[in-house]
Nanobody, 125 residues
């Protein structure tokens, strides 16, 4: 299974971007899909997750109310709608997949089964 994140770019402070994560190859049942980000000089940060069913989501406090994660499992796509962007949202954004049934929302990074290459989001003030 390959994950491909896209949609990054340059946005103005207060602007919006939508990131996409496409899953392809293999026939694996996903359980949770997660977005992470890594800002320059900082550790990678868990920011949002969604059940593959789309029936549950969870957000980090730093993005809650501004970002929305969603899934279109027919298309094998996961999205991250980012509104009210701030300069501190500047980071490389990664999507990851957890295929373990009944996994918790938070796992050590090595527990995630698949990772996409990152997509850079730059927010200018």
């Amino acid at each position: 299974v390959q994950l491909q994140a896209s949609g990054g770019g340059l946005a103005q402070d207060g602007g919006s971007l939508r990131l996409s994560c496409a899953a392809s190859g293999g026939n694996v049942d996903m359980y949770n899909m997660i977005w992470f980000r890594q800002a320059p000089g900082k550790e990678r940060e868990w920011i949002a997750a969604v059940r593959w069913s789309g029936l549950a989501t969870l957000y980090a406090g730093s993005v809650e109310g501004r970002f929305t994660i969603s899934v279109d499992n027919a298309k094998k796509m996961v999205y991250l709608q980012m509104n009210s962007l701030k300069s501190e949202d500047t980071a490389v954004y990664y999507c990851a997949a957890d295929t373990q049934w009944n996994s918790g929302w938070y796992q050590p990074e090595y527990e995630y089964d698949y990772w996409g290459k990152g997509t850079l989001v730059t927010v200018s003030s």
